[in-house]
């Protein structure tokens, strides 16, 4: 697939020259706004995990409420993901790599959600993985 963008308007990252065409101009737009507002919270989810886990904070369980942008919906949705479980576990990078793998497996096997919002869910899952790979 390839990134179109037909004048003024970019077209998500996930569309190709069909898929342009059949989607109305504000639409399109509304989704590529949605999917930048997402990625834009994965960033400042990654500077606060490294945050709080340069100050120790993160000794006692991570939990993160990952947003993503339903192209069906049309709304930023949240997908719950537990890194460290509650205890008492020291916090390692590589611990989101993992949590990030294993929910990708998850939500490529999710037939509950579209094929777009699918591959938008994994890149910002990789987004948030690769962050965190030393």
């Known amino acids: 697939m390839t990134a179109v963008n037909t004048g003024a308007v970019p077209l998500p990252v996930w569309s190709d020259q069909a898929d342009a065409r059949e989607l109305p101009e504000g639409i399109a737009l509304s989704i590529a706004r949605g999917r930048e507002l997402a990625r834009l919270a994965v960033e400042e989810a990654v500077a606060e995990i490294r945050r709080r886990a340069s100050a120790g904070g993160l000794n006692r369980g991570l ?24 205890g008492r576990v020291l916090f390692v990078p590589a611990f989101v790599v993992l949590a990030c793998e294993r929910e990708t497996a998850r939500a490529r096997r999710d037939a509950a959600i579209s094929e777009g919002t699918r591959e938008h869910l994994v890149e910002e899952l990789e987004r948030l993985a690769a962050a965190f790979r030393e």
Do not use: G, N, W
Not at 70 to 79: K, S, V
């Open 63 to 86: 939990s993160l409420s990952l947003p993503y942008f339903d192209d069906q919906a049309l709304e930023l949705r949240r997908r719950e993901i537990t890194i460290v479980p509650k």
